[in-house]
């Protein structure tokens, strides 16, 4: 069975700092591991994901996700963030085992203060 | 390339009604899923067809039902509504494989009174 954890509800930066949106996951076999991102009253918008290979993986927006096979973490990373940046941030996975469905976070939302 | 389109965008109905919702997908994407995001729930799968096929289904009781066309596109169906079952139906659609981003529509906004 899949699962998701985004153990922060709410993340807080300031314009300009680094941001971390935390995301760990189970899954039986090899994962894919994806982060979306939700404006409101929109659905959700892709920004990465992680097949295979390098484990630092870079998305829309300056976005970028390091995946730890070890931790079994993916966590999304943006070096300077904007205030633009604010919304819903839900991470998801995905593997052969259960095919056809992603199971998702329940999401965090991310305030960027100017 | 024109994105998920899903119809209507609001709906309000009793309890008791049943409802059906719309999903058109990318053309071109086989695999249409759905979602309920509800605040307290977040994101809960409901099921995914594959090329006319339920491929997999969420824990959802059988009120809850879908069918997929020959054109991909999509309906969900939703009987004997309860108050519970407010909530945002997102529906996305995907190429074939694990692998594959979803592409979401804006979603249908349920409120059952």
């Known amino acids: 069975a899949q699962s998701v954890a985004q153990p922060e509800d709410q993340v807080n930066v300031a314009e300009g700092n680094p941001l971390t949106v935390k995301c760990t996951y189970s899954v039986s076999g090899n994962p894919y591991l994806f982060w979306y991102v939700q404006y409101p009253n929109r659905g959700l918008q892709f920004l990465l994901k992680?097949?295979?290979?390098?484990?630092l993986v870079k998305g829309s927006y300056g976005f970028e996700a390091e995946f730890n096979k070890s931790q079994t973490s993916f966590h999304l990373k943006k070096p300077s963030a904007l205030v633009s940046d604010s919304a819903l941030y839900f991470c998801a996975v995905r593997d052969h085992a259960d095919a056809g469905k992603s199971t998702f976070g329940d999401g965090t939302t991310l305030t960027v203060k100017p | 390339k024109a994105g998920v389109t899903q119809t209507p965008r609001y709906l309000i109905k009793t309890r008791g009604q049943q409802v059906t919702l719309s999903c058109s997908p990318i053309?071109?994407?086989?695999?249409v899923s759905w979602y309920q995001q509800t605040p307290g729930q977040g994101l809960q799968f409901l099921f995914e067809y594959f090329s006319e096929t339920q491929r997999n289904k969420g824990n959802f009781p059988g009120r809850f039902s879908g069918r997929q066309f020959s054109n991909s596109r999509s309906e969900m169906n939703v009987s004997t509504l309860e108050l519970g079952d407010s909530a945002l139906y997102l529906c996305?659609?995907?190429?074939?494989?694990?692998?594959?981003?979803?592409?979401f529509g804006s979603g249908t906004q349920l409120s059952v009174l």
């Open positions: 992680y097949i295979t290979g390098d484990n």
């Open positions: 996305a659609s995907s190429l074939e494989g694990e692998n594959e981003k979803l592409f």
């Open positions: 053309s071109g994407h086989r695999s």
